[in-house]
């Protein structure tokens, strides 16, 4: 069974940093993509970044687009979110998911995720 754990969260001040971690277990293949994703209380859920593991293709929502960067160690199947100058508004509990992307990627939405971490929350004071 393929398992998700989300971890490196906490709080952090305005204009700080944090590195967050999947790390995945229970694979069988390398044919899937991670996607990092949050919600804000009275917000959705939006997706931040993904990355395939199949051939390091990567993409980001554009409100984060040069302040997060997704990375992946494939040794360790473990795929990272660095995020730098964060703000009050990237306060929300963060998950990771993992979905398989031999037909397209990235995915086109968070229901062709199929399995999901339990999240970690990331605070921001300003």
């Known amino acids: 069974e393929v398992q998700l754990q989300a971890s490196g969260g906490g709080l952090v001040q305005a204009g700080g940093s944090l590195r967050l971690s999947c790390a995945a277990s229970?694979?069988?293949?390398?044919?899937?993509?991670i996607g990092w994703f949050r919600q804000a209380p009275g917000k959705e859920r939006e997706e931040l970044a993904s990355i395939s593991i199949r051939d390091g293709s990567f993409y980001y929502q554009s409100s984060v687009k040069g302040r997060f960067t997704i990375s992946s160690d494939n040794t360790k199947n473990t795929v990272y979110l660095q995020m730098n100058s964060l703000n009050s508004e990237d306060t929300a509990i963060y998950y990771c998911?993992?979905?398989?992307?031999?037909?397209?990627?990235?995915?086109?939405?968070?229901?062709?995720?199929?399995?999901w971490g339990q999240g970690t929350q990331v605070t921001v004071s300003s």
């Open positions: 998911a993992l979905g398989d992307d031999s037909a397209w990627f990235p995915l086109r939405s968070a229901s062709e995720y199929d399995y």
């Open positions: 229970g694979l069988t293949s390398k044919l899937y993509a």
